[in-house]
């Protein structure tokens, strides 16, 4: 089913009331890759299962409230962020004092990709490494944007909590600029560029 048409009989079943079936289409549209957004970020499949979970369960209790601003996709990306946010939040508590963020990613990246080399070319290990020694918020702006193809306003309406999605996005944008220069930098580094 086309995107549109997706959104259109989301809305449909909204209008009549039908949640079961908003939910359902919702899902089946969209499940793939916001558990594919949670892993690229959380670079753990149980971490991410385990959001994507409470995110299937905030969608349900919040479609009654979704009020068409953005699309029902743009929404949900929302939704499993927030929820991705507050596992974040649970995780820093727990773990004080133990690797920074980024390092903890730089590992979990090169232990995947040293046994499984099969799976990935030279330049996409390499780019996937130097991706993980970012923080999570940087790893969901690139996700997000790159790997998701969302536009900067909707970029900005998963991302950040405002009624000026525009402005926003204008942020995003600049932060985006000093990521990828960043990513630069190391991959000059590192000698891939």
């Known amino acids: 089913m086309a995107a549109d048409d997706v959104e259109t009989s989301i809305r449909r079943a909204l209008s009549a009331g039908n949640l ?5 289409l919702a899902l089946e549209a969209y499940s793939g890759e916001l558990l594919g957004y949670l892993v690229s970020v959380l ?19 919040g479609l009654p409230s979704f009020r068409n601003e953005s699309s029902c996709r743009t929404w949900a990306y929302r939704i499993f962020q927030n ?4 596992h ?27 046994t499984h080399p099969y799976q990935r070319t030279d ?7 130097l991706r993980a020694t970012l923080g999570a918020s940087d790893q969901a702006l690139l996700t997000l944007r790159l790997d998701r193809r969302l ?8 991302l950040d909590d405002t009624d000026e999605p525009e402005r926003a ?7 985006f600029e000093r990521v990828r220069e960043q990513l630069r930098v190391l991959a000059q580094r590192e000698g891939l560029l």
Do not use: F, P
Not at 20 to 24: E, H, K, V
Not at 83 to 86: D, E, G, K, S, T
Not at 169 to 175: E, G, L, T, W
């Open 43 to 61: 670079r753990n499949r149980d971490d991410a299962e385990d959001v994507y979970a409470e995110g299937c369960h905030r969608l349900w209790r």
């Open 83 to 86: 929820a991705l946010r507050m």
């Open 123 to 129: 330049a996409k290990v390499a780019l996937g490494r």
């Open 151 to 158: 536009s900067w306003r909707d970029v900005a309406v998963v």
């Open 20 to 24: 079961d079936a908003a939910a359902t």
């Open 169 to 175: 996005a204008a942020k995003y944008r600049k932060r």
């Open 88 to 114: 974040m939040r649970r995780a820093t508590r727990q773990r004080r004092g133990t690797m920074n963020e980024a390092r903890t990613s730089a590992l979990i990246v090169r232990e995947r990709t040293e």
